[in-house]
């Protein structure tokens, strides 16, 4: 009888603890993915990590002992690798190999709370005021993070379009993830999404790179954090938060990426974090906070 009330409790501070633990982790893969790059090719690294990384979820599936899903199941997870996986990252690198910068990426990719909004309002999914509003606070501290860099950018159409794909590749993921491919194992799930991924992307890596890396210390290294740290830590906490929230909930997380990565790379790689930029990383929290606050219920 005691444990009822605790509950409630409980997952008040579990799912902000998992939604910060999930924004922390996947920072860390910008600077890491720019290591990586620097010594392979960007489809045969991506190549490597959702390959590494379905062998890992495999494993693990198979030590827990756990139910495989059916075959309609398991074709929705697959097209969620495709999505959020393939897509995305596929997407951004490709775009980066055409020239885009780094922070015209992060300004379309941190566009998927009000994409994934828009395409949940069609979907019947209710977003209320608060929600909304915090959509677009967040945004806007987005902006103030990543605008001053975005001075001077350049990008032809073919990197828009790639980091465009992108960004539907994620919006898509979360909502078809959130809707058809929650109900199955974590482990399992993780599995099959990261294996289509790697499939996916294979004749990329082969046909325009020739499954290029060095084999240098650094880059096995470098590999091994994004696989360990950033698949596999990342997106069992994104599998996570997308079964036990609402998709824009989820969602507006990703305004806090580019403050937070640009945090990191003062720390890490010595860049200039300007005021504008702090004052920016506040702003999206706050944002953050109002698209994931649940608000009381009427009485």
Not at 40 to 51: D, H, K, M, N
Not at 130 to 136: H, I
Request: charged share 10%.
């Amino acid at each position: 009888m005691n444990a009822v009330p605790t509950t409630p409790s409980r997952a008040r501070w579990l799912g902000p603890v998992m939604g910060l633990s999930f924004v922390l982790i996947w920072c860390t893969g910008y600077p890491t993915a720019k290591i990586v790059v620097g010594h392979s090719g960007p489809f045969t690294a991506l190549c490597l990590r959702f390959a590494c990384a379905a062998v890992i979820f495999g494993v693990l599936a198979l030590i827990a002992k756990v139910r495989w899903p059916g075959h309609r199941a398991a074709a929705h997870s697959a097209v969620v690798g495709l999505l959020q996986l393939a897509l995305q990252f596929g997407g951004v690198y490709g775009a980066m190999r055409l020239g885009a910068s780094a922070s015209l990426s992060a300004l379309v990719i941190g566009a998927m709370p009000l994409a994934v909004s828009g395409f949940s309002l069609l979907l019947g999914e209710r977003i209320g005021k608060q929600q909304w509003l915090g959509l677009l606070v967040g945004f806007t501290g987005v902006w103030l993070v990543i605008g001053e860099s975005l001075v001077g950018a350049r990008a032809d159409v073919w990197s828009i379009g790639a980091l465009l794909l992108g960004l539907l590749g994620i919006s898509c993921g979360t909502l078809y993830q959130k809707r058809y491919g929650s109900a199955i194992d974590l482990r399992a799930g993780l599995a099959i999404q990261n294996t289509a991924a790697s499939l996916a992307l294979l004749p990329l890596a082969w046909g325009l790179e020739g499954l290029h890396a060095d084999g240098s210390q650094t880059f096995w290294l470098s590999t091994a954090w994004i696989v360990l740290v950033n698949s596999v830590g990342g997106f069992a906490l994104l599998f996570l938060l997308i079964r036990n929230g609402a998709a824009t909930q989820v969602a507006a997380l990703f305004y806090l990426v580019p403050a937070v990565g640009a945090i990191m790379g003062h720390f890490v790689l010595g860049e200039v974090l300007t005021r504008l930029e702090i004052l920016g990383f506040f702003v999206a929290a706050f944002g953050v906070y109002l698209g994931t606050r649940t608000p009381p219920p009427a009485r």
